[in-house]
């Protein structure tokens, strides 16, 4: 089973760097791809990144290309964002995802965080 907590949220300054992490409490962490989401108030939910299992293949936003970068760490069941040059458009909650088959941009993934604010102040 995949328990997905998220954690590094924030109020930052536009311009700062935050770093989310997402721990899974399971034994098969490595099996699933994982991704990282966001929804502002009023909002869909939109996909920031993802990455493959072993970590090799990412996939990034438009937005955010360039300014946040995905990463895993398989032996600690982590996944990470690193976020820079924050703005204030940034401002979401930030959820993480994993599912068995990668799903990348596509919101169906089988597992989801309970998400972790972000704020960005100009």
């Known amino acids: 089973q995949v328990q997905l907590v998220e954690s590094g949220g924030g109020l930052v300054q536009a311009g700062g760097s935050l770093r989310l992490t997402c721990a899974d409490s399971g034994r098969t962490f490595r099996n699933y791809a994982m991704a990282w989401f966001r929804q502002a108030p009023g909002k869909e939910r939109d996909f920031v990144a993802a990455i493959s299992t072993g970590g090799d293949t990412t996939s990034y936003a438009d937005s955010v290309k360039g300014r946040f970068t995905i990463s895993r760490d398989n032996a600690k069941n982590m996944v990470f964002l690193q976020m820079s040059s924050l703005k204030p458009e940034d401002t979401a909650v930030y959820y993480c995802?994993?599912?068995?088959?990668?799903?990348?941009?596509?919101?169906?993934?089988?597992?989801w965080g309970q998400g972790t604010q972000v704020t960005v102040s100009s």
């Open positions: 995802a994993a599912d068995r088959v990668a799903m990348w941009r596509s919101a169906r993934y089988q597992f």
